[in-house]
């Protein structure tokens, strides 16, 4: 059977035709970006969208790395004169890396081994012997290979040196190990228990104290934090092959047994058969265990990993594409009680216009001052909208926010909150003091709040995706598959919306696709000089901006108001003779054709196709010369916090509120209702029918009607629920580690104690120690410690 080619391989995985995988790598290894290809080539690859094809560009980096690792090992064996044709056959089908290195290990150099030292004594055949011939007593077959001068010296040390030889025989054999690891990860379990004297100061680690759960029900950010505590020394983590019995093991266990099956080994009352299933016992306990427990925590890790880098990047996506403000005035207030809140006002382009600090709250307590401050900056600049910070003295500044719109009707203002996360970094950054030189570095983070509210996507795109903050444990993940996979959202994002190239900041003209860090800064650096870009076919004046690049942007790139009104749609240049076909057609001009539904719809696409554009694309032209330049993100609207309820006392059980989703996990939702701290709806509480992510019911930035539940003040909890009709004190099935619990569990974990297993109940909360936003939002909650 011959073997499938890396196209074909993807082409399976993702269930589609090799032909399209060939088209979509062809491209990709062409110098095309994902973006691109998704929009403007979807003849060639057969309408490939955007998700499979950053799948297929993940598959295609790993399966290229496996080839060529592949040539490696083959050259390693190739040059040890070991390698036959049998061999190479099995390199050469191995389909995953873990495989590939199964079937190296016996090939793999090595430091001197006591199976190695007990070969060059001549004990092989010794070992062969027994294993060939249980009947053969092993101390009788033993003393004829006593040899001093080889290191030998009795029968015991060459029975010794003939079970080092099987010992490694067993624990090398490729197909042995790969069965016992799938099957000990279907089977096995992570255990964690606190070292000694370790409670006191790892109590944020308490769920995990005395606790095991099987490999397969694990959660990712349950994995991630008993990494975690075992790597602060506060937890020993132990892989256990199989469920734990409160029944002592008689004989060998499955696993043994599979290994002595696989060698034709068995206990029959030969003379031989004691020692080979002692060696067999011994291969389990020293050799083989140790190396699976190596790998299956190993893969444990990188599937927390994967999840927990997917669920970064999904509310990453979110936060990018929330609803932007639009072209308004806005005041931006960055809160703070002893050093005050800072204020920033921006124009409709994004201009920073003016900027003060007022000091409204404790020790200063200016309030009526810094309301007549604000009044008079949003009258001079008429300011349309407020954007306040979520940080520290949020609610008290959205407070006066709210006392500064009853006060002045006639300013007609709107108040939003927005997440702040990452502001600082912003506001720190080398970008950040380019941008805005010569302003102190607290009014920086005013104007990226302002900013923020009237276009997310654009300010966001200034900071590492990293430091905004919308994961879990995203300190312990790896910072390559994380950025990349961050890096890849934040570009998705940016070439669906579409630039503005005359407005568009240099970090975010580095996202669209085809354009470098260099070629941004060349692109704002024209713009300076020569002034706003008239045309699309003037980017080609750009220094360093030759031909694929522009191929690659210049469908991304709008231009408003330009000289050709297909400039400031998604209809890429190349594409622009279709569209003069379209209008020899209808006879209109291209003003009189864009936005005119009817005219539109009454056109068939196919009667415009060619040999250079598919249906596919007509279509997509038609679709755009309807409503050119389409944002794909919502509707921008706000929240309003209930009158009255400010701080977590105010709650009560069973109020009705509207809130803002501030962050997704794996176990629920957080949501902010105004009074400092986010409550968290778990995933149980989301939605009448099961929830297995619960992203599929909301998401961050989405505003919400819930119902209070339960308010612990003490603890600074609140648990909330979506579903208005449950009643406060109502059981819900919960897991404190954030899996689900009853109908909802995810986890089927235990917690031991006293050598009692003793399933998790308990109340919805996650108090795992927490990474990035997450951690913040967790903290903020009273979820964590």
């Known amino acids: 059977m011959a073997l499938q080619t890396v196209e074909q391989k993807i082409a399976e995985e993702l269930g589609v035709r090799e032909g399209q995988v060939k088209a979509a ?99 092989e055949p010794l070992a062969d012997g027994l294993l060939a011939n249980p009947d053969t007593d092993p101390q009788a077959a033993a003393a004829v290979f006593v040899d001093a001068d080889k290191g030998v010296a009795d029968a015991q040390a060459a029975l010794d040196g003939a079970r080092a030889i099987l010992v490694e025989r067993f624990a090398e054999d490729a197909d042995l190990i790969g069965e016992l690891r799938e099957k000990m990860w279907a089977q096995g379990r992570l255990a964690s228990k606190v070292r000694e004297g370790k409670a006191e ?21 349950r994995i991630l934090a008993m990494f975690r505590g075992e790597k602060e020394e506060i937890l020993d ?13 008689v004989g060998p ?63 990453l996506r979110d936060l990018l594409l929330a609803a932007p403000a639009g072209t308004r005035a806005t005041l931006g207030l960055d809160p703070g009680f002893r050093t005050g809140v800072k204020v920033a006002v921006v124009d409709d382009t994004g201009k920073v216009v003016d900027t003060a600090v007022i000091y409204p709250h404790v020790p200063a307590n200016k309030w009526n001052e810094s309301l007549a401050t604000l009044a008079k900056l949003c009258a001079t600049h008429k300011v349309d ?215 539109l719809q009454a056109l068939k696409p196919q009667d415009f196709v060619d040999e250079t554009f598919g249906l596919p694309t007509v279509t997509d032209i038609l679709a755009e010369l309807d409503k050119p330049g389409r944002d794909p993100r919502p509707a921008f609207k706000t929240a309003v916090f209930a009158d009255g309820v400010e701080k977590i006392s105010d709650l009560k059980p069973g109020m009705r509120l509207e809130g803002v989703v501030t962050n997704v996990a794996a176990f629920g939702a957080f949501i902010d ?14 939605s009448k029918n099961f929830v297995k992510d619960p992203r599929e019911v909301v998401k961050p930035g989405d505003i919400v009607k819930v119902k209070v539940l339960e308010v612990d003040i003490p603890r600074k909890r609140i648990s909330l629920t979506l579903r208005l009709d449950d009643e406060p004190g109502q059981s819900q099935p919960q897991d404190r580690r954030g899996g689900g619990g009853g109908g909802q569990r995810q986890g089927g974990g235990q917690q031991r104690r006293g050598g009692q297993q003793q399933g998790r109940g308990g109340g919805g909360r996650d108090r795992a120690p927490q990474g990035g936003a997450l951690a913040d939002a967790l903290r903020k909650a009273g979820y964590g410690k």
């Open 673 to 686: 209702v105004g009074v400092h701290q986010d409550g968290l709806a778990h995933v149980s509480a989301l």
């Open 25 to 123: 790598v062809d491209l990709l290894d062409g110098g095309s970006t994902v973006p691109f290809i998704a929009r403007y080539r979807k003849e060639a690859t057969g309408m490939l969208d955007d998700t499979q094809l950053r799948t297929l560009e993940e598959r295609l980096r790993y399966l290229r790395e496996l080839g060529e690792r592949r040539v490696a090992v083959l050259e390693s064996i190739r040059s040890q004169g070991k390698l036959d044709e049998a061999l190479e056959a099995q390199i050469m089908a191995a389909d995953t890396k873990s495989r590939l290195e199964d079937i190296y290990l016996p090939y793999k150099p090595k430091r001197r081994t006591k199976a190695m030292i007990a070969r060059e004594a001549g004990l």
């Open 385 to 599: 909208l407020i954007a306040i910070g979520n940080g520290t003295a949020s609610r008290e500044t959205d407070k006066l926010a709210g006392e500064l719109i009853k006060k002045f009707p006639d300013l007609k203002l709107t108040k939003a909150v927005v997440s702040e996360a990452g502001a600082s970094v912003y506001s720190a950054s080398a970008f950040a003091a380019q941008e805005l030189p010569g302003m102190d570095v607290s009014l920086r983070g005013a104007v990226s709040i302002a900013r923020r509210l009237q276009d997310p996507l654009a300010e966001l795109v200034k900071i590492d995706p990293k430091s905004i903050g919308v994961g879990q444990y995203q300190h312990d993940l790896s910072e390559v598959s994380l950025s990349r996979s961050l890096d890849a959202v934040v570009e998705d994002c940016v070439n669906a919306v579409g630039v503005d190239v005359n407005t568009a900041s240099a970090p975010l003209l580095t996202r669209v696709s085809g354009i470098t860090t260099g070629l941004a800064e060349n692109i704002v650096s024209h713009r300076d000089q020569h002034g706003p870009f008239r045309s699309r076919l003037a980017l080609k004046e750009v220094a360093r901006l030759g031909p694929k690049a522009f191929e690659q942007c210049a469908g991304f790139l709008r231009i408003p108001d330009g000289d050709d009104p297909l400039d400031s749609s998604s209809v890429h240049p190349e594409a622009y003779p279709v569209v003069r076909r379209i209008l020899t057609t209808t006879g209109k001009d291209i003003r009189g054709l864009i936005g005119n539904t009817r005219e």
């Open 237 to 249: 983590l132990t892989v256990e092959p199989e469920e734990p019995s409160d029944e002592p093991r």
């Open 253 to 315: 266990s499955d696993y043994e047994t599979r290994i002595a099956q696989k060698f034709g080994i068995a206990a029959k009352g030969r003379p031989g058969d004691k020692w080979l299933t002692d060696t067999v016992r011994w291969a389990w306990r020293t050799k083989i265990l140790v190396h699976l427990g190596i790998d299956l925590r190993m893969k444990l890790r990188q599937s927390a990993e994967d999840e927990a880098v997917r669920v970064f990047a999904a509310n």
């Open 201 to 221: 100061e790892g109590a944020k680690f308490s769920d995990y104290f005395e606790f095991d759960e099987p490999f397969t029900k694990m959660p990712s950010h």
